[in-house]
């Protein structure tokens, strides 16, 4: 099932990753709430964070080092997996090796997209999820 949008969560120290990543995703069809685009000005971004987590219906986190370590990660994370919605829609990326467990042990029982590697190899994983193909052209059109 094609996702109506996804919440992206990274550590603000991650940005360049999330942005491309964000690109990616929406040059493939794919709406995405992604907190450097989304909150503008002088918005109250704790409750346009809140908004966001109650109206996306996938859960994308992005796992380093930086977040593991994030306050804001692991509030947004830890509301996703108490939310119904969320079952089985919470998809972690590990962008860099880290002690995700620090974040929540129940990551362990999922299945990770690797990033490690390859950007495009990770991008090809995470777009299989719904089905879709990889054509990497299409991030420079985004």
Do not use: Y
Not at 16 to 29: D, I
């Amino acid at each position: 099932m094609l996702p109506n949008e996804i919440f992206l969560s990274h550590s603000s120290k991650d940005r360049k990753f999330a942005e491309g990543l964000a690109r990616m995703l929406r040059a493939h069809g794919l709406p995405v709430w992604f907190s450097r685009t989304n909150i503008r000005g002088a918005q109250q971004w704790h409750d346009e964070i809140g908004a966001a987590l109650k109206r996306c219906d996938w859960f994308v986190v992005v796992l380093s080092p930086h977040s593991v370590g994030s306050m804001w990660v692991k509030r947004e994370l830890l509301f996703a997996l108490q939310q119904d919605h969320f079952e089985n829609r919470i998809v972690p990326l590990l962008m860099q090796p880290c002690d995700h467990e620090r974040l929540s042990w129940t990551l362990t029982l999922r299945q990770f997209v690797d990033f490690t590697g390859a950007f495009d190899i990770g991008c090809r994983d995470l777009l299989r999820i719904w089905g879709i193909g990889f054509d990497p052209g299409a991030r420079s059109l985004a």
